[in-house]
């Protein structure tokens, strides 16, 4: 099976930068995803790590190193907007390669 | 419709009650899933349909959850005999299921209280 971890929380000011980590545990691992769900909505797609690097899409990066089972989320010029939950997830070839397993997600929290 | 549409938004039913929850998906894709959220937790997968292949069903909770897709579209999630655990947001997605990423675009989902 699959397991993520991810910090449940964090918090940073308006215009700096956040990273948050997500580990994981795959028997066959097939790409990571990220998603942002802000409070009462439905979660969204951020980015998508196959290869190991970096992956940039505006503010938001997203990083992955297969051999260590790690990825991050990084998120830059922090707006109040980006208060939300982000997850992490993972698809795994050996089990079913259309399913993703998720995170349980890390609230940002954005102050002024 | 321009994305995934879910009715109800809001059910309030009795404990021991049968709700139906239904999930519109984007229109062509292929993938569609079911998966719950307790407040302040994760995405729980409960199940998913890929084209005319037999559904996943290795994450629906107990033999009250059932699922069925009709016409390979519109799909529609039953739990029998409601208990107050069951008390969640219910989201669908759906997804193209034949790109690597697999973009998975969710619904706004259907707050179930069980009373």
């Known amino acids: 099976g699959q397991s993520l971890e991810q910090p449940s929380e964090v918090t940073a000011v308006e215009g700096a930068i956040v990273q948050i980590n997500c580990t994981y545990q795959t028997s066959g691992f097939y790409g990571l995803s990220w998603y942002q769900q802000h409070d009462g909505g439905a979660p969204t797609f951020l980015s998508y790590n196959a290869l190991d690097g970096l992956e940039e899409t505006g503010r938001f990066s997203s990083f992955l190193s297969r051999s260590d089972s790690y990825g991050y989320l990084l998120l830059q010029e922090l707006q109040m907007k980006d208060s939300a939950s982000y997850f992490c997830?993972?698809?795994?070839?050996?089990?079913?390669?259309?399913?993703?397993?998720f995170g349980d997600g890390t609230t940002l929290t954005v102050k002024p | 419709g321009a994305g995934v549409s879910q009715s109800p938004s809001n059910k309030v039913t009795e404990k021991g009650k049968d709700v139906e929850l239904r999930c519109d998906p984007i229109?062509?894709?292929?993938?569609l899933y079911w998966y719950r959220q307790s407040l302040g937790q994760g995405l729980e997968f409960l199940i998913y349909f890929q084209g005319n292949s037999a559904p996943d069903k290795s994450g629906l909770p107990s033999d009250r959850f059932s699922a069925e897709r009709t016409g390979g579209s519109v799909s529609t999630l039953t739990i029998q005999r409601t208990q107050q655990e069951d008390s969640a947001v219910y989201l669908c997605?759906?997804?193209?299921?034949?790109?690597?990423?697999?973009?998975?675009?969710f619904g706004a989902g259907t707050r179930l209280s069980v009373l």
């Open positions: 997605a759906s997804s193209t299921g034949g790109s690597a990423k697999n973009i998975q675009y």
């Open positions: 997830a993972v698809r795994d070839r050996e089990t079913n390669a259309g399913k993703s397993t």
């Open positions: 229109s062509g894709h292929t993938a």
